[in-house]
Structures are given as C-alpha cells and as structure tokens.
C-alpha cells in the first residue's frame, strides 16, 4: 500500500514558478515508476512527467524545459519544480505512484496510487 499527500499548488501569474510535493507512505516504489498529472475543467487528466527508480525521467511536449520531476529517496518525497509558467498550466496536478511507463508514455490505468491534487492556477 502507498500513500499519497500533494502539497505545493498556488495562484501565481503567468512567468512565475512553484514546486509541488508528494510526500509518500508504505511500499513508495510499487513499482519502477511515479508521475504527476494534471487535469485541467473539462479536460482530460493528462501525463506531466515521470520518473523511475533509477532517476531516468520523461516529460509531456508541454513540461519539456520548463518542469523538472525528481524524487528525495531519503524523505520518500516527490518534487515538481515548474518554471515560467503559462495559464494554460492552469490545472489540478496529481502525483501517482504504482504505475508504468514506456518512452515518452506514462500509463494513467496502470498507476493505482494516487495524491488527492493540488490546484495550480496561473493568471496572465
């Protein structure tokens, strides 16, 4: 069993920057990978980035330069540093752990912990 906790989401305007946390509980790598996603209203949830055990990442097109994922093995602690920050980053961000991934793909049905959101929301 693992546990979740996300911490970290704000409002701040376009440009700006934020760290989002996943403080996480029990048996943390259930599997090789955790990941955060986001869901913006009316959309979808949407892959950000992934990590695996290892260190090796992958990042959705949109997070690419901009976010950086990483984990703190030693406070069973994943990160989110996101940096210039754009309104359409606006969305409820997740962490997620117990899950697979493949190149560039994060699979959301394969991932069976879950954080219980942060709201991020950037003005312009």
């Known amino acids: 069993q693992v546990h979740l906790v996300d911490s970290g989401g704000d409002s701040v305007q376009t440009g700006g920057s934020l760290r989002l946390s996943c403080a996480a509980s029990?048996?943390?790598?259930?599997?090789?990978?955790m990941a955060w996603f986001r869901q913006a209203p009316g959309e979808e949830r949407e892959l950000v980035a992934g990590i695996d055990k290892d260190g090796g990442t992958t990042y959705a097109d949109s997070a690419k330069d901009r976010f950086t994922i990483s984990t703190d093995n030693a406070k069973n602690t994943l990160y989110l540093q996101m940096t210039s920050l754009k309104p359409e980053d606006t969305a409820m961000y997740y962490c997620?752990?117990?899950?697979?991934?493949?190149?560039?793909?994060?699979?959301?049905?394969?991932?069976?912990?879950w954080g219980q959101g942060t709201q991020v929301t950037v003005s312009s």
């Open positions: 997620a752990a117990g899950g697979f991934c493949s190149g560039a793909n994060c699979y959301e049905s394969t991932f069976g912990y």
């Open positions: 029990g048996d943390t790598w259930i599997s090789d990978w």
